[in-house]
């Protein structure tokens, strides 16, 4: 999910940029109460707070206990457990990554990427597994990311049990490669392939999507999405960051999720104290999700690969279904920060938090 | 639907703009595929390709068809035969048209609008009858247009079981022309009759609505609303257009709609390659329709009728209810282009597209 | 709710800006249909309409009473009579008051709030009684203001039955502060306190709250939020108003809610003719709600508490939940003006307008 280098042209392996936990956590330590829930992930869920914290100290003695009857505080406790647990699980490991980069063959100058659609079993949350349909077996497909001007070739190979076909969403291509069946081309079939090529259109950089045209309210919610991300051949200065990410929300039949997994295996976002960050922000699902970050706010750039007139600030933006929104974050607030959706229910229940909820995390 | 002349003060007649499933099918003849598709209407659905289209060609060989079983191939086909059949019917013919430019009555000087509430049974999809209520027998009512300073009155008759009562959404009018029974008037009871007058305010040009404010959630759920349209007095330059067309969404008790009517029963939208079009979006129901134009990004203009302080790009634009977003559709990429709500369950099932879909074809 | 010194630094009593219903009734007087329907909460509903109003008259005789079956007549009487009878009760009475200004203890220099979580019984509309979790017995909880470079201190009491913490919504807060349990501090169990202490960021102004982050779908749909507003060292010129309102919207357990109350509970908003007014939107439901002011235009300034780029105009503005947004009116346009949510389900049933509804009165 992490793209080191995102601007780079160089291609990478499947691979690339894929955060272990043990490799969050070194970066997490910072943060003495972060640290402590965070590094006790498979362990006992341990209610004690940390010392390290002196709020957690103060909290306790404040109030005499025994002026709470002892069944509410063991209730509190149980409701807490499981809220704890939740957190000190994340980021929990499970198996398989979306949205990976995916690095093209060069043929001849064409950029050729090869998609396989298939159904799969996903892991959307430790021990969840669920059906999906996938491109190369990720959820979401892995990210393509090429230059203006790049001529492309995606090979759609279709394993699934029905007809398919891929739609470019915001890229202004030939009517004949618009990827709608009995609009723009036949439905590709079950064992079938076919072929889309296209140059990637000088002035429409930015970020995109591809997903399913056929059957979409199923073939989507079940995975079959990616995003599509054409860079500019010139950035803009405020583009030059030190990560550029790509956070695709979705709301189907994998119950509420951020890059294909609910909380708490989601990845969090990390960046150094003064680093730049972009976030690309990509609803794929049916529902409105207003993100918010804590602890800092974000600087919109772009709506769907457009720039905006002006960039404008907010913490809270509303992603709908379709829509792509840009923005840069100026991480100068160190810590680990909750940011997740802020329709509650789709981020939290009495048994702690779960779906849209991930963190951004700056290093000192 | 279709407005030919809309900055003209002209008035024209109910039938003025239908385009005709005739003409639609020359229009978009253009492209080989999207005419083999749409010209089989009414025919047995062909599930084979048009061997006008290279791609159609080209998807079948790629993999031999002895790798799937045949079962999978033939549910898959049967799939594809009902998404298909949908596809041939669009344009597909309805009884009824809403929307419809209407024609003032010119005395003294004030354009008068008669409009007669009604009960009435409306054809929303091929066959599909359902319960409305209709301004002049449409859904949605007649499309009022005026300019900046006209003096207007409208004459509201109640031929329904009900009372109610005109809101002119947007339009800053005198607080008893505001149209909110008990608040400032009566309610119309049935068989009664309201006039509202009123000068179109100068510098409230724009796109607004006019809609039952009594009982409203059903009223206007059912089909009591239409466009209200002030034209400026002095249009700005971005707003000379070859063609200005409103795209009414509602949710309520027909369904998913635009103008009126679910798809395959939807009309098109068309431009000649180079036209500048405007698209006055009017969301008219209870929930948020993100519309999602294929091939070509939109530019927004306006607000609520009110000019953004600069335009700006996107091709997914989010409506709320209540709102209308004025947008310029710059269509230099030929083609039959899908246009729809990215709420995917607005859109598609397993059975095909149906509701918020239709589409914008441009032809050479 | 109504705050009439806004900007000012001094602090008010916990009754500071409430207006009685009495008051209101004389305000809004100038408007004869209004003060007709408004005037006669409590009586038996009189469905005459006002001879005052010449539209009343005029609506009667054009249409003769004989053509319409009294059962119709009847029945839309019926229906009427239950809409008339919510209107003529607004601003209905119910016990407690949210939202109302709170002032600080200062010591040493610090500003001092003291907020108990405890759960209540709130009249949330006449008669209908919910159970609520609230900050000082009020939903929303007290209103916050400070300045930019204030130091504050907000002392947390848990008196609920499970645990809590806040998180103060859109402020950069280091870390520690940042309320939310097991990542940035334990949670606050029942019986203890917490106490957050902090200086408002400068450059930091605007429109933010406070509420639960623990359990928070539940705790914040039952009532633990609240206005924490940021005022700024230097106002924008645009920010000096005649009056500076809070909306908090809610979807929750208690309904549709404007600070914390239904219709007819909800208060209206008041201003003199020629009077600037600022709205602060807040949405801490689940839902979005886009508000729509009959009457005049809002002029978009603050986007969670950030400036916008330029202003810019609308009459439905669509507030999703963790937004703020902060408009100005410009009271040109006497009269009672309706103002309410325009997904309609949460503004009106057959039986009358409900939830979301309230009122902008403009007196001459």
């Not at 492309?152 to 709608?180: C, F, W, Y």
């Amino acid at each position: 999910m992490l793209i080191e280098t995102p601007l780079s042209d160089s291609a990478s392996d499947a691979e690339h940029g894929v955060t272990s936990r043990r490799a969050f956590l070194r970066t997490a330590t910072f943060t003495a109460a972060g640290a402590a829930a965070l590094a006790a992930c498979g362990k006992d869920a341990s209610a004690k707070p940390s010392a390290a914290d002196p709020h957690a100290v103060a909290a306790t003695p404040v109030a005499a206990a025994a002026a709470t009857p002892a069944s509410i505080r063991a209730a509190a406790d149980a409701m807490d457990a499981m809220h704890e647990k939740g957190i000190k699980c994340f980021p929990a490991k499970t198996a398989g990554l979306g949205n990976q980069l995916m690095a093209p063959k060069l043929v001849n100058g064409v950029k050729v990427y090869d998609l396989t659609a298939s159904e799969i079993q996903w892991e959307v949350a430790p021990g969840q597994m669920v059906a999906a349909m996938a491109y190369n077996g990720q959820v979401p497909g892995p990210q393509i990311r090429v230059r203006e001007g790049d001529r492309v070739r995606i090979n759609l190979k279709n394993e699934l049990k029905q007809s398919t076909a891929i739609h470019m969403h915001g890229v202004e291509l030939p009517n004949d490669m618009d990827g709608v069946p009995f609009i723009t081309q036949p439905p590709v079939k079950p064992g079938e392939s076919f072929t889309y090529e296209f140059t990637a259109p000088v002035g429409n950089a930015g970020s995109h999507m591809y997903h399913s045209h056929h059957n979409s309210a199923t073939q989507v919610g079940l995975g079959l999405l990616g995003a599509f991300i054409i860079e500019p051949k010139t950035p803009r200065p405020i583009e030059k960051v030190a990560q550029d990410y790509v956070l695709i929300l979705n709301d189907g039949m994998h119950g509420f999720t951020i890059n294909g997994k609910g909380f708490p295996a989601t990845q969090p976002f990390t960046a150094k104290l003064g680093d730049k960050i972009r976030i690309r922000y990509m609803n794929e699902g049916m529902m409105i999700h207003p993100m918010h970050l804590h602890g800092m706010h974000m600087t919109v750039i772009d709506k769907d690969g457009w720039a905006q007139p002006q960039p404008w600030k907010c913490d809270t933006l509303n992603i709908a279904p379709g829509e792509r929104w840009d923005v840069i974050i100026n991480c100068n607030n160190p810590g680990t920060w909750a940011f997740h959706c802020h329709i509650l229910g789709h981020a939290e229940t009495e048994h702690g938090m779960f779906g849209m909820v991930t963190a951004l995390v700056v290093s000192k």
